[in-house]
RNA sequence: GGAGAGGUGGCUGAGUGGUCGAAAGCACCGGUCUUGAAAACCGGCGACGGUUUACCCCGUCCCAGGGUUCGAAUCCCUGCCUCUCCGCCA
């Protein structure tokens, strides 16, 4: 959520900020709706002070043994008066209210103009795409009848689920111990085992709702909870409602869960193999850090995601997010985009933003600064370290030998009990 | 699932209709004392919002949402959560 003192102080700087986003914000409506609501609210503050005296008074005469009954007739009409201006300066803040909650975060100054994808800046990369003395496959025909089951995992539930067994099953929990181990023993932070089933409270927070709900999928039962789409979800409302000691920051939470997402709007995209699914696994980084260094914070995380690619020897390119491509809560998304070599493309694999206050804002989630002892918002970022079933994909298809095994990558044999082949004939 | 007890400031914890935004303690901040530190003592110390250059002042907030009342932390209703005991269960 935006800082709403800056929406009001500069309301037209705000407006251009937003046309970055091609959102068009209606200044005048606004200043007319804030206006009213300065009114609303001078006014019933006004009325509440009054009742507050007179009442205050009745207490006093009543103590004092005098006759209140001519205090209380002064009193009769207030209280219709007073109820009509709460009711209506409500109004105008709900209504205030959904209009600044649904504004996405301010960009910041070093994002790119333009509207998609095809605008995202590439900032660095490292390797090359993998070269074969063959023609690569890509991870569904390499896999097909050996391990990676679209047709059971449809049978099962529908499309967009899938089945692994046996020697890929084993590759993919590998992966995620793997990564979860290098974030904890090398970058700093501590593993979390979170729900995966939240409240609206926790999307709200993180800026899921109420504007991205379709995205969701949400439980039939008497509680009104959400499968989670990504740990973020969770692990970045732990600090929902807390003030934090100044002295406990940064926090650097990580965690490894399942992922579910409706992919309502993308049909027909990636519709095949396991790069859109409703279910994917993902181990995620989230910092909560001071205000001031929340920048740095960003270039650190994302590093630490990157690093998981470089021990896996996975040629991948670090890309700048555009204008018209980075989330609502974001100021600034780096993507990792892995090379693969089935599609001949780079394919996001990892999305590291900094939110700022954002999601704190939001969250209310703050920290006492010791110098002036006053609370002032956290900035909180999040990325993935790495999406689980994409980095499968990833080292299927770039670690293929021409007799349809997979060798597995240096750095992960002591996940897979030493063994360095799979899918050998 | 059955029975009971609770949800109050950063934390612990008093407060059952009238200057209660709320005792006390802890923590924290400032000061006195001390070579320094600790202890002791003195003082300060909730959040959010409105108005204001600022001070002040005003409003809202004692889990959430309704209700009763001139007036609610306190009474009533609903919901959520926590704890204890019993039952069931991975």
Redesign the pocket.
């Known amino acids: 959520m935006l800082d709403?003192?800056l929406l009001?102080n500069q309301t037209t700087f705000v407006a251009e900020q937003l046309s970055r986003r091609n959102i068009v914000f209606n200044v005048e409506a606004y200043t007319q709706l804030e206006s009213k609501r300065?009114e609303l609210?001078?006014k019933?503050?006004?009325l509440?002070?009054e009742?507050?005296?007179?009442?205050?008074s009745?207490?006093?005469a009543?103590?004092a043994g005098e006759n209140?009954q001519p205090l209380?007739s002064q009193?009769?009409e207030?209280?219709d008066a007073l109820k009509a201006a709460e009711q209506s300066l409500a109004e105008v803040q709900a209504e205030l209210e959904q209009l600044i909650q649904g504004l996405p975060n301010l960009l910041h100054a070093s994002v790119p103009d333009g509207r998609n994808e095809d605008e995202n800046v590439e900032i660095r990369h490292w390797g090359e795409p993998t070269v074969f003395d063959f023609e690569p496959k890509d991870h569904v025909d390499l896999t097909h009848g050996k391990g990676m089951d679209f047709e059971t995992g449809a049978k099962l539930t529908g499309s967009r689920f899938v089945v692994m067994q046996g020697g890929i099953a084993r590759l993919h929990r590998a992966l995620t111990q793997f990564m979860l181990d290098v974030h904890t023993q090398h970058h700093g932070y501590e593993e979390m085992y979170v729900p995966y089933l939240v409240n609206q409270d926790s999307l709200f927070g993180t800026g899921q709702l109420p504007k991205f709900e379709e995205d969701l999928f949400k439980l039939q039962h008497?509680?009104e909870y959400y499968l989670i789409p990504t740990s973020e979800v969770p692990v970045t409302n732990l600090v929902r409602d807390e003030?934090i000691e100044a002295k406990r920051l940064p926090l650097r939470f990580t965690a490894h869960t399942p992922c579910f997402r409706s992919e309502a709007g993308s049909y027909g995209k990636d519709t095949r193999g396991m790069i859109r699914q409703h279910q994917f696994e993902k181990v995620e980084l989230i910092q909560i850090v001071h205000p001031e260094q929340s920048w740095e914070a960003l270039e650190e995380l994302t590093g630490h995601a990157e690093n998981i690619l470089q021990r896996l020897e996975l040629p991948y390119r670090v890309m700048l997010l555009c204008a018209g491509d980075t989330g609502a809560a974001a100021a600034k998304t780096y993507d990792l985009e892995v090379w693969l070599p089935g599609q001949g493309k780079y394919r996001e694999i990892s999305s590291c933003s900094n939110t700022q206050d954002y999601q704190a804002r939001r969250m209310q989630a703050?920290w006492r600064n010791?110098e002036t002892?006053?609370?002032e918002l956290v900035h909180t970022l999040n990325g993935s370290g790495l999406a689980v079933g994409r980095t499968l994909v990833a080292v299927l298809e770039n670690y293929q030998n021409t007799d349809g095994s997979v060798t597995i990558p240096k750095a992960l044999r002591g996940y897979m009990g030493g063994c360095k082949k799979i899918l050998e004939k």
Do not use: C, Y
Request: glycine share 6%.
């Open positions: 709403p003192k009001r300065r609210q001078v019933t503050q006004e509440q002070n009742r507050n005296t007179r009442s205050k009745i207490g006093k009543k103590a209140i209380l009193v009769a207030l209280g008497d509680n003030i703050r010791p002892q006053k609370t």
